[in-house]
């Protein structure tokens, strides 16, 4: 069946077209216009730095990035019940608006799901938008109360 986009890994393509996306995405969710190019080179910086920590897909259009998806690993000491330790945390889950409820972002997700899977993840992890929870409750995640975090008071959200 042609569903008229198709997901990939971003392999060989532009890391700026995950830039682009990312911006969209903050933008969306209240990040102030002036900030997009520090983010640009706090990202690309990190990137340089970081590569092999994430994989990222992204979701095609039409020849045109619409969406996509990251995979954080996190390699953490085994427990019992898990001998590697490595967990994923699932973040940049985006489609632009004019590309939304098509499916793109449940299949990024299962595409996401699938890696963590074959990578043998003891869990997967994120914060969910209002917008994507029920994507994500749909998909098996839940709720942990027993979650927290803490935040240095100089970069506390307000």
């Known amino acids: 069946m042609d569903t ?12 700026e077209r995950l830039m682009d996306l990312r911006v969209a995405m903050f933008a969306e969710e209240g990040m102030a216009p002036d900030q997009a190019q520090a983010l640009r ?3 690309a910086r990190w990137q340089q730095q970081h590569a ?42 985006y489609v632009q608006p004019a590309w939304r409820r098509q499916g793109i972002a449940g299949q990024l997700v299962d595409t ?29 995640f839940g709720s942990a109360d027993t979650y927290l975090e803490w935040w240095p008071p100089a970069t506390m959200p307000r």
Not at 4 to 15: E, H, K, T, V
Not at 117 to 136: I, P
Request: proline fraction near 6%.
């Open 41 to 43: 080179a706090d990202t």
């Open 52 to 93: 092999q920590a994430c994989t990222h897909w992204l979701a095609w259009a039409q020849e045109a990035a619409v969406g996509c998806a990251s995979l954080a690993w996190f390699p953490r000491l085994p427990y019992p019940g898990h001998a590697t330790g490595l967990e994923a945390y699932l973040l940049n889950v």
């Open 112 to 140: 996401a799901l699938a890696a963590a899977r074959e990578r043998g993840v003891a869990k997967v992890w994120l914060h969910a938008s209002a917008a994507g929870r029920a994507l994500y409750l749909r998909r098996g």
């Open 4 to 15: 008229g986009f198709a997901i990939r890994p971003l392999g060989d393509d532009p890391f």
